[in-house]
């Protein structure tokens, strides 16, 4: 599949592999976001989901924009943490164990990927995972799970 960057196809010998998941790693900054929506668009239409741990979907939406980028018709799933000003606790709990809170988005990401039924999907911030686990072993077998289930 291609990445939809000039370039990085030809790098990777035609682009990345279908039906395997590829992780992107890199400090902030390096880009990891922007390739995601490059590949995200490069995709016909609604046939990509992206699912955000980290920014809001309007953050997205915007910095996609600024780069040139058209995230329209790209289902965003903002799972992201929030603060609802409406009084309502609706907000992830970072103190919660992985048990409760990542088993919720896990379920929430399986959820969304069904309805969607997308052929390329992006999820950006997996490292947010990271900080629900208990350590690196549990984080593996979660990533592993949703990774096997998608």
């Known amino acids: ?11 990777l010998h035609g682009g990345l592999l279908e039906t395997y998941s590829c992780l992107v790693r890199g400090g902030p900054g390096t880009g990891k976001t922007t390739l995601g929506m490059h590949f995200l668009t490069t995709g016909e239409g609604g046939d990509g989901v992206l699912v955000s741990l980290g920014e809001t979907e309007g953050q997205l939406r915007r910095n996609a924009q600024l780069s040139g980028l058209a995230l329209d018709g790209v289902p965003v799933l903002d799972v992201s943490p929030s603060i609802n000003l409406s009084g309502a606790d609706e907000t992830f709990n970072l103190l919660e164990t992985w048990e409760v809170e990542a088993g919720s988005i896990h379920d929430s990401i399986l959820e969304y990927v069904r309805k969607h ?7 950006d911030a997996l490292s947010e995972l990271r900080h629900m686990s208990p350590d ?15």
């Open 136 to 150: 690196a072993f549990q984080f593996r077998k979660q990533v592993l799970s949703l990774l096997r289930q998608l």
């Open 117 to 123: 039924r997308p052929q390329r999907v992006f999820i």
């Open 1 to 11: 599949m291609t990445t939809g960057v000039p370039g990085l196809d030809e790098i």
